[in-house]
């Protein structure tokens, strides 16, 4: 024993004096004792306060080894134009490229291939938004017809999260995927789900490069979501959206592609619409609720809205809410924006294609080795007291000045290009970024038309669970107890348009 002790300490030795070295023009280097995994277990615990704690010592810029790899946090939001600007020398694709095939289970793309992948994702926006957007209120209205609005009587419990889940889940996948051969819905939906969790549960670690194999029945889990998706299995669905069709279409004409493979891309397609949003869909109901005042000012800008546009809402027709209307409810989004601004966690990565000399601002360079990643963390800006005032509280209106949406914030007295980032920056935005937040908007307008909703008493206030931080949004650590009954519909009266905050 003692001899083994004497030899790991001897090869932890041997890797700290032969580890990466600082040189002149880098940032300061924070490498940790531990080979290979560096700083990645503190990391991990609360990635937030990890930066926070290292900016205090060492500033705005600095490389942290975190899991084999040598990240250069940017932490001043001033700086993040110069990051996101730059093409040639630092590249989100690469990162991208890696990641995704090893957690979803496809082979590495192909440029030309990849190519042709980015251009689909144009028919997530422009005329054809407008389409998937009307699709997805007929099939949240599908959802929530048969499986809550025929029961009536008195208050109903559950979880919220749960509830969230499952209706956004099925509603999404309806839209993105279509209807079965045979009736309106998949009868082995929450089958899926389930599967889905479960997996998702372990993308973390996925993500970080832990091997399947070392997962448990991950792999298994993975293998049986990819079998949902095969060619013979889709052909037989109905009502599928283009955006699906023609990558459909497009994996037909590569043949190196098995059916697996193909499958497996949607698959990560599945991920990438519900992964994120269903847990912002969450943070924004559960917020709303939280705060009567807001839910109630909210509900009354969607019966403004439809009145304007000669709609007399009714609890017993269903509900149509256009683009052009989503677009109106400016106290909504704000109410979104600000669930997300305390929920969201991801990380911004770029990574490094030669050794090179980032300018940074009119005063400051910092040296980059080829292979390092630039990492933005936005989590610290949202939640920087010199640019939202108490970040801990959350006045649902904080993004609405003059009735209109607010978006002029300030860090050091300059006027800030990002203040607020949910979605990716520059080349990586989420080109299904405008679908996401209309897609919560219209779960959010049904809920607060055709429900009351309460929270249940004598439970704490929601938690984050930190295991996600820097993927996206944040998972609650644990469901929250909820009530909701039939809406009676009637007149709506407000008073002075101000909405108290809520500490959270």
């Known amino acids: 024993m003692l001899l083994l002790l004497g030899l790991l300490s001897l090869f932890v030795f041997f890797c700290l004096l032969c580890g990466r070295k600082r040189r002149d023009g880098e940032p300061p280097l924070i490498t940790g004792w531990i080979p290979f995994f560096g700083k990645a277990l503190e990391f991990g615990q609360d990635a937030h306060k990890f930066l926070e704690k290292h900016k205090k010592k060492y500033g705005d ?3 942290v080894h975190l899991a084999g790899k040598y990240m250069t946090f940017i932490m001043d939001p001033l700086l993040y134009p110069s990051i996101i600007k730059h093409g040639r020398q630092l590249d989100f694709q690469e990162f991208a490229g890696k990641v995704a095939p090893v957690t979803f289970g496809y082979p590495f793309v192909v440029p030309a291939l990849q190519e042709q992948i980015h251009r689909s994702f144009k028919l997530l926006q422009g005329d054809n938004l407008s389409t998937l957007t009307e699709s997805m209120m007929g099939n949240l209205m599908l959802v929530l017809r048969q499986d809550h609005l025929g029961e009536r009587g008195g208050w109903r419990s559950g979880g919220m999260y749960d509830f969230c889940n499952t209706v956004m889940f099925e509603a999404t ?7 079965p051969a045979a009736g309106c819905r998949h009868s082995d939906v929450s089958a899926l789900r389930d599967d889905f969790v479960r997996f ?7 993500i970080a490069g832990i091997p399947v194999w070392l997962l448990g029945c991950t792999k298994a889990i993975r293998d049986k979501l990819i079998g949902y998706f095969l060619p013979h299995r889709m052909s037989c669905w109905s009502n599928t959206s283009e955006f699906i069709r023609m990558r459909s279409g497009l994996f037909e004409q590569y043949d190196a592609l098995r059916d697996v493979d193909k499958a497996a891309h949607h698959f990560a397609i599945l991920w990438a619409s519900v992964g994120n949003t269903i847990p912002a869909t969450f943070w924004a109901m559960y917020y709303l609720v939280s705060h009567p005042a807001a839910l109630q000012r909210v509900r009354q800008e969607i019966h403004d809205v439809l009145r304007l546009d000669g709609v007399e809402f009714s609890s017993d027709t269903d509900l149509t809410l256009d683009r052009e209307q989503l677009a109106k409810l400016v106290y909504l989004e704000s109410a979104i924006n600000e669930s997300l601004r305390l929920s969201s966690a991801s990380m911004n990565i770029r990574v490094a294609q030669e050794d090179f000399s980032l ?9 980059v080795r080829k292979g390092d990643f630039i990492a933005l963390y936005p989590q610290s800006m949202h939640m920087d007291p010199d640019i939202y005032d108490q970040p801990q509280v959350t006045p649902m209106d904080r993004y609405i000045q003059d009735g209109r949406l607010k978006t002029d914030f300030y860090k050091d007295g300059r006027k800030l290009k990002n203040y607020l980032i949910l979605f990716g920056s520059g080349s990586s935005m989420c080109p299904g970024r405008y679908f996401a937040v209309n897609e919560i908007k219209q779960f959010l307008c049904l809920l607060l038309l055709y429900f009351d909703l309460q929270l249940e008493e004598d439970q704490s206030q929601a938690t984050q669970d930190l295991g996600r931080a820097g993927l996206g949004v944040m998972l609650p650590a644990a469901d929250v107890r909820f009530r909701y009954k039939l809406h009676t519909v009637g007149p709506l009266t407000v008073g002075p348009h101000t909405v108290g905050p809520l500490t959270v």
Do not use: I, K, Y
């Open 359 to 367: 300018r940074l601002d009119a005063e400051r360079s910092l040296g």
């Open 61 to 63: 810029v600095f490389t």
């Open 200 to 206: 998702d549960n372990m993308v973390p670690l996925l």
């Open 173 to 179: 996948f309806l839209t993105m995927f279509g209807r």
